[in-house]
């Protein structure tokens, strides 16, 4: 009866088919046993979930899909088929039961869509459920928590890549939808580029990226997603509210009242089977949890997607955010503000730093088309504007940059499977720099810098093997002439076992200079900060083994060992001229980082999950034989999460151990620095389309900072209200 | 649970837990002083050519130019003194050990490292509780040296050679 049925669903399906141009995927979705499940099917650009009997149907660009089918309880699964336009097939799946869910698919390790086990480096997942949970409020705080991922006064570092630069120059690449995102003039990542409400989720990628991604992916690359604009009419609004918690010592009260926080943003979507869009609007107001740490942002983001035909499909998106906020530069010690008797006061400025603030305009925009010619290629072009502007109080600087990008990539999946695959392509930008603080020496002027690069990179199946090799070629060249050319090739193998997979790779990567790190002309701490324009780009090799898998049907383990040799690494240096010292970035330095990165998560029973995740830092600046400043030996996260009915609870606790060095050590190696504990609490609930979650980060109020003078968030307490329609 | 986890698994990520979550008392506290702390109390008129004055230890005597810039702190930490006239907490970040002068530098407008001699001055130094005519030494270990009080005198102030062997003219 059933066969009966689905032949003339087939039929009808066949000739809605061939109507439209497009392909029909249709099936049956059960366990085991053969019990229906309303699991969700996704391949393509499309999704749906089965109905009650476990039937799905799904409209589909024809040629080769990928198609992953999910249900809670049972282990994904991820099947391959070919349809063709005006054609149907019908393929049903049946679902293994399982606790923890396998092989996510991913976007960024390899720029096309792959398994997370056919990844030659290190990827960490922040999933969509991972940001529900947490309710977060920013970009960088969803990150944060990602294994192998450690913020530093806003900072990001993975495994150590970073450290701390004061914001000039990030060893760490973000993207946007593939999109480049960091500043044009500084290098350095505004994570308040993209509303949080329009990220699904993010991928890092750990270890040297340069191979596909060029100068920044020294240490690593995250790649934000932004969520699917799905058929039919959805909205979404969230307000959130919250209090800081006061310092926990008298001699440290700053204020006679409670700081707040509070916030709205709204999103709007409709969507058809050939044009879709989305808005998102926003705004957050923040006392601050120190003294002149006020802060008002406004941000709005939106998309449009056009389907004209199977296979293809053309995206326009673009983000702005206004935030103004005031500065904190470091807390106050004896001479610099009364300090009431104290040696220092972490919740006071320092006098000198009064009336700091900035004023920060940021925003992109992107088209991106994406063409499926055949089942065996695919091809995107893309173009950006990146624009960043910032005007800053005392000291008195400001900056405008704007970053053209444009890609033209192509993916060959040699005879139409997964045993070889191509990627090729070319990435050009242009950036644009006006300023008066990177611009000719402390007088407003020009900079442009130019990078074209080629890449390619290729994979291929030899019996259980997987072997990637391939290259990319920067050439940066700086107000018209010719500066570097970086050539960054990278290898890797991937193999599945009865012990996990295995997978290692050795890449090389590079960061050039930032306009900001060759021109800067400002003071800090005291201290004139003169530019260095013959500065160099800085490179590392990064080699990395590491292993992947389930241990037991409720845990599963991710482990590697990494290893990066980085040369002419730029760092602020005191030099002496004329007597006078200032401070200039000069290329300094040999380092080794190297150390343990590893994860399990376990899932006990279904409504219960829990990761423990630890990195081991060995780091070694081999020129002045000590070890690299602002990177935490040990650094230990912890995870759990319950759920009952509509409610859940979870927690958070992260240890990072005391940092061992800090830059200008000679300014502020005497200042108290202890290991940082954190705990962070949260419960929700949900009905329906209204949710709640009551957050409290810092939970013990733990009094700690990372980089100098720099008191990071006290306890915060905050309820989030959304309502999804 | 599932039948086959190891108890032991749960029972070491709660004791992780657990000892991370017990050791949570160690943050920053409230620290009255932190290596030389005390109180200067200023006498004189301030001189017009006043660039600042700086509070700087020694942990042996300078004797001679040539070790006329060994103190601690080292230069980019020093703090300017508050020259408001009022008594003023004063807080030193040096290393531990034993500084046999702990005192006041006058730096004149126009200093640079090549005109030191004429344009540094003592104008004021800890002194011995016990003979107040010589320089009382301070020991940090272990903790701070608190209540380091003295007077910044700009009525009296002395040259760096006026401590050299043998002293200026």
Redesign the interface.
């Known amino acids: 009866m059933r066969l009966l049925i689905f032949l003339g669903l087939a039929g009808t399906l066949v000739d809605t088919a061939g109507a439209q141009g497009t392909a029909v995927l249709y099936g049956v979705v059960t366990d085991t046993l053969g019990a229906p499940l309303r699991a969700t099917v996704r391949a393509g650009d499309g999704e749906t979930a089965a109905d009650a009997q476990g039937r799905y149907r799904l409209h589909l660009a024809p040629g080769r899909v990928a198609v992953r089918v999910n249900h809670l309880g049972f282990a994904a699964l991820v099947d391959t088929v070919v349809v063709v336009a005006g054609d149907s097939l019908e393929r049903d799946y049946h679902l293994q039961a399982a606790v923890v869910e396998l092989q996510p698919t991913i976007v960024t390790a390899a720029k096309h869509s792959q398994l997370l086990d056919q990844s030659v480096t290190s990827v960490a997942l922040v999933s969509d459920t991972d940001l529900a949970r947490r309710a977060v409020s920013t970009v960088d705080e969803a990150v944060n928590k990602a294994p192998g991922v450690l913020f530093l006064s806003g900072q990001v570092n993975i495994r150590g890549s970073s450290g701390f630069v004061e914001g000039l120059g990030s060893r760490v690449l973000l993207l946007v939808d593939g999109v480049p995102a960091n500043q044009g003039d500084r290098g350095g990542i505004d994570w308040d580029m993209v509303p949080v409400a329009d990220v699904d989720h993010a991928e890092v990628v750990k270890g040297a990226g340069s191979a596909l991604y060029g100068s920044a992916a020294l240490g690593g690359v995250v790649n934000l997603i932004t969520h699917d604009i799905p058929v039919g009419f959805h909205g979404r609004l969230r307000a959130t509210g919250g209090a800081y918690a006061n310092p926990p010592y008298d001699a440290w009260q700053f204020r006679d009242y409670t700081g707040g926080l509070g916030g709205v943003d709204a999103t709007g979507s409709y969507g058809t089977e050939t044009l879709r869009g989305s808005l998102t609007l926003g705004g957050r107001h923040s006392d601050g949890y120190r003294e002149q740490d006020r802060s008002n942002q406004w941000e709005t983001a939106g998309r449009a997607q056009w389907l004209p035909a199977p296979g293809t499909r053309v995206t326009a998106s673009g983000a702005w955010t206004s935030h103004q906020y005031q500065n904190f530069p470091t807390w106050c010690v004896p001479g610099a503000c009364d300090t009431r008797g104290q040696a220092f006061q972490p919740f006071m400025i320092d006098n000198s730093g009064r009336g700091s603030y900035t004023r920060s305009n940021k925003g992109y925009v992107a088209a991106t088309l994406d063409r499926t010619s055949s089942p065996s290629f695919a091809w995107q072009v893309r173009g950006s504007w990146l624009r960043t502007h910032f005007t800053d109080a005392n000291p008195d600087d400001w900056s405008v940059a704007n970053r053209l990008g444009a890609e033209l990539r192509g993916v060959l999946h040699a005879g139409g499977g997964d045993d070889r695959v191509f990627t090729v392509g070319v990435e050009a930008g242009h950036t644009g720099v006006t300023s008066d603080i990177f611009g000719d020496s402390g007088h407003v002027g020009d900079r442009t810098e130019i990078e074209i690069a080629p890449f390619l990179e290729a994979e291929q199946r030899l019996g259980r093997l997987r072997v990637t090799a391939g290259a990319r070629l920067d050439h940066v060249s700086v107000d018209g002439s010719g500066r570097a050319t970086v050539p960054s090739p990278r290898i890797g193998a991937v193999l599945p076992s009865a012990f996990g997979t295995w997978r290692a790779s050795a890449g090389r990567g590079f960061r050039a200079p930032t306009l900001a790190e060759r021109f800067v002309t400002t003071r800090a701490f005291g201290f004139q900060v003169v530019p260095n324009p013959g500065l160099r780009p800085e490179t590392a090799w990064s080699f990395e083994i590491g292993n992947s898998g389930a241990f037991a049907s409720w845990g599963r383990v991710d482990a590697a060992l990494f290893w990066t040799e980085a040369r002419e690494l730029m760092e602020p240096t005191f030099i002496v001229v004329d007597t006078t010292p200032e401070i200039q970035i000069r290329n300094v330095s040999r380092a080794r980082l190297r150390g343990l990165d590893a994860s399990i998560v376990v899932t006990p029973v279904p409504a219960l999950s829990a990761t423990i995740a630890y990195v081991y830092l060995d780091t070694r600046d081999l020129t002045r034989d000590t070890v690299l400043s602002f990177r935490p030996r040990h650094v230990l996260t912890l995870s759990s999460d319950y759920r009952w009915r509509s409610l859940s609870v979870g927690a958070d606790f992260r240890y990072t151990s005391r940092i061992e060095r800090i830059e200008l050590e000679e300014i502020f190696g005497q200042d108290p620095r202890v290991a940082a504990r954190v705990l962070d609490l949260r419960a929700g609930w949900q009905q329906g389309p209204l949710s709640a979650r009551i957050l409290v980060t810092n939970a013990l109020n733990y009094i700690y900072n990372f980089v100098p003078r720099t008191l990071e968030p006290v306890r915060t307490i905050s309820v989030v209200a959304t309502w999804t329609y | 649970?599932?039948a086959?986890?190891p108890s032991r698994?749960?029972r070491a990520?709660l004791a992780?837990?657990a000892a991370?979550?017990l050791?949570?008392d160690?943050?920053?506290?409230?620290?009255?002083?932190?290596?030389i702390?005390g109180t200067v109390t200023f006498a004189g008129a301030v001189p017009e050519s006043t660039q600042a004055v700086y509070i700087v230890a020694y942990h042996t005597f300078p004797r001679s130019r040539d070790s006329l810039f060994n103190f601690q702190?080292?230069?980019?930490?020093l703090?300017?003194?508050?020259l408001g006239g009022v008594p003023?907490?004063?807080?030193i970040?040096?290393?531990p050990g034993r500084y046999e002068w702990v005192l006041a530098v006058w730096v004149k407008q126009g200093f640079?490292?090549?005109n030191a001699d004429s344009t540094l001055r003592e104008t004021g130094y800890y002194r011995d509780p016990a003979d107040t005519s010589q320089p009382g030494a301070v020991t940090v270990a272990g903790g701070?040296a608190d209540t380091i009080n003295f007077i910044v005198d700009f009525a009296h102030m002395h040259p760096p050679c006026h401590y050299y062997n043998p002293p200026c003219p």
């Open positions: 649970m599932i086959g986890m698994v749960a990520a992780a837990a991370a979550l050791a949570c160690e943050g920053l506290h409230p620290i009255t002083c932190s290596g702390c702190p080292p230069l980019p930490s703090h300017a003194l508050p003023t907490l004063y807080n970040p040096v290393e640079n490292l090549t701070p």
